[in-house]
């Protein structure tokens, strides 16, 4: 089945009798006594039911619904029954500070809100009324100034919409590890057309099967969610595991009992649920590809996972992209394609093929440099996003004719491969942060995460983020040893970190926690 409307992806995949199963760590919070296990029917008619809600609370063909709530795969459940509609739904993550979520409401101007009572009571005690950025405000549970979810069970189903292919279909947001994130629109030939249906072609190796236990650890409120489902139904693989807990004495359970042949998930999911590789009889011994999006993989977990792979020879597909484009590279791993490198930049792959165009330029001069210079990286996808909402003028500025400004510094290799140096807005000087990253994970054991700060006029900072926020001067001396010219690191716990709802590091508030000042080396001219 080729993914194409949405708003029926769901009844589609009902028809054609997929037998896939659904098994969830919890509950939805749109179902919370609809228990853990789903078949395709049951989720469709949960599709249609939740289109009905959002009918009778005042959704409309071309409005608006907000999903802000608890991370679950419900999210894209709830923007499929809103494409459903014809409205367009805006997924936003429920780790957003209160101001910044108030800020994208505003934006938005939403006929509808979706969210939870917690959410709500967090944004309270933050000084923001949720509610009050919407025309309706539903909450799964009793909320103050919003219609409880129960009260539209039972409501009416409209009949599916259909749009056109290039009108907006889904909003989701940026990370925001730099400031306030920007509302990315997507249409159906954008993020459906030129990215799930390439991902759902029956490729060898790395694609889906019919007898794959497919298994994600991800950020439901991304966009990266939206374009899985349209593939997971698709493709119809035996068994599908969501997992949104991160934490390995919760995740074990459920994959021991389904275990995965694919597992693919966030960053930092693979980084809190390492721990499970090193048991004897881990829940990855299955495993024949793992997958990772979002952001970098750094050396010694990937190995890690790979080693705990009981196949022949299991696989490991990564790649560099973003909300506005979806993937632009990607590279394979395996067991012994993991060495241990320079540190100069760390690569990230070749350009998608058929899809994907990038040169590196002359941040200064926009002209192209040569193989092996580091430069600006600009890219050519047909899968790039209509606009910023409310910011048409910024999305603008970072488009050179047809190429699109991607805000990082990277080198092209002689053979087309490309090497990310740093995010231009979080670059140090004669040296890639991202890649000493690389090198110290691999010198600490113990540590979780690396993070290298870069700031204006002084040495960059390194965070080590371990499990009991302790790191002996001795580990430190020997990892940085022969690295370039950092401070004294600071040692800190998961915990402490500033994070978004993908796991990735808020560098420039924790850079101000720690310091004082938000100052980098970089200008953030194209963030």
Known sequence: MRPHDMGVLFDRAASRGHPTRVHL????????????????????????????????????????????????????????AAVRTGAVPAKLSAHLPAETASTLLKRLEPDVLVTTPGVLA?????????????????????????????????????????????????????????????????????????????EALPTPVVGLRRDDVVATASAYAHGRTFCWTAVALSTAPAEIVVLTSQEPSQVDPLLRRHRPTVVEGLPSAFVRLKPLTRRLANPFGRVRLFISTYDAVHP?????????????????????????????????????????RRVQ????????????????????????????????VLARTRALCLDYLGESERFAAKKSGSWWNTGDLGIRGRNGSVHLVDREVDCAPDTSCLATEDALEERLPRALECVLLARADQPPLPVVVTADGELSAHAWRHAAHGLPAMAEPVVLTWDDVPRTGTGKVRRLELLNRLTGSANTYGTGRWT
């Open 25 to 80: 760590d919890r509950a939805f919070d749109i179902a919370p006594d609809g228990g853990t296990s789903y078949d395709v029917p049951a989720l469709a008619e949960l599709v249609r039911a939740a289109s009905g809600w959002w009918w009778a609370a005042g959704a409309r063909p071309g409005g608006r619904v907000a999903i802000l709530k608890d991370d679950h795969w419900d999210v894209d459940l709830l923007a499929c």
């Open 122 to 198: 967090r944004a309270t005690d933050e000084g923001v009324d949720l509610a009050a950025f919407a025309r309706a405000t539903v909450s799964t549970g009793p909320a103050p100034g919003a219609i409880a979810l129960d009260d539209l069970r039972g409501s009416a189903a409209p009949a599916a919409h259909r749009r056109g292919d290039d009108e907006p279909l889904v909003i989701t947001h940026t990370s925001g590890t730099t400031g306030v994130p920007k509302l990315v629109v997507h249409s159906t030939r954008t993020i459906i057309g030129n990215l799930a249906r390439f």
């Open 300 to 340: 010694a977990t990937l190995r890690a996972y790979l080693k705990a792979s009981e196949h022949d020879n299991p696989l490991w597909i990564d790649g560099w992209g973003q909300t506005e484009t979806g993937p632009l590279t990607f590279r394979l791993h395996h067991r012994g394609s993991v060495r241990r």
């Open 345 to 376: 930049a760390h690569p990230v792959g070749r350009p998608m093929p058929v899809k994907t165009r990038l040169k590196v330029v002359d941040p200064g001069t926009f002209q192209p440099v040569r193989p092996g210079e580091p430069g600006l």
